[in-house]
């Protein structure tokens, strides 16, 4: 049953990916939690991998076929979240899960916040 879950959760990530442009913070992480009942810091991982090849691949075609991407955006953006996920990574390690778990919850929360009030 967990790995059906699992699935529809990539499902649910993917469509939640190509419509406003996030899926693996926003959906895979917390689903991963709650779901399979994985540490905070292995969804986290396993969130970057999964993400590491599908959303960019299949998304970035639909974009583009109407124009929608900013290459050069893209690129340095690229550039920054190369070396922001190395060490942000390096950094989560160092960090006990139950604090990562409530510094994402917190972080979830101010965006939220920002995107419903601004």
């Known amino acids: ?3 059906f879950l699992i699935s529809l959760l990539g499902l649910f990530a993917g469509v939640v990916s190509g419509l406003f442009g996030v ?3 926003v959906v895979i992480i917390p689903g991963l939690v709650l779901i399979a009942k994985l540490p905070q810091h292995t969804a986290h991982g396993t969130s970057l991998a999964a993400l590491l090849l599908p959303v960019g691949l299949l998304g970035v075609i639909q974009y583009a076929k109407r124009d929608q991407v900013n290459w050069g955006y893209a690129a340095v ?3 920054g979240l190369l070396i922001g996920a190395y060490f942000g990574a390096r950094y989560a390690g160092s960090i006990p899960d ?3 778990r409530r510094m994402f919850g917190g972080f979830l929360l101010v ?7 601004l």
């Open 98 to 100: 139950l604090t990562l």
């Open 23 to 25: 899926g693996g913070a």
């Open 111 to 117: 965006i939220s916040l920002k995107l419903l009030f």
């Open 77 to 79: 953006v690229a550039v």
């Open 1 to 3: 049953m967990t790995w």
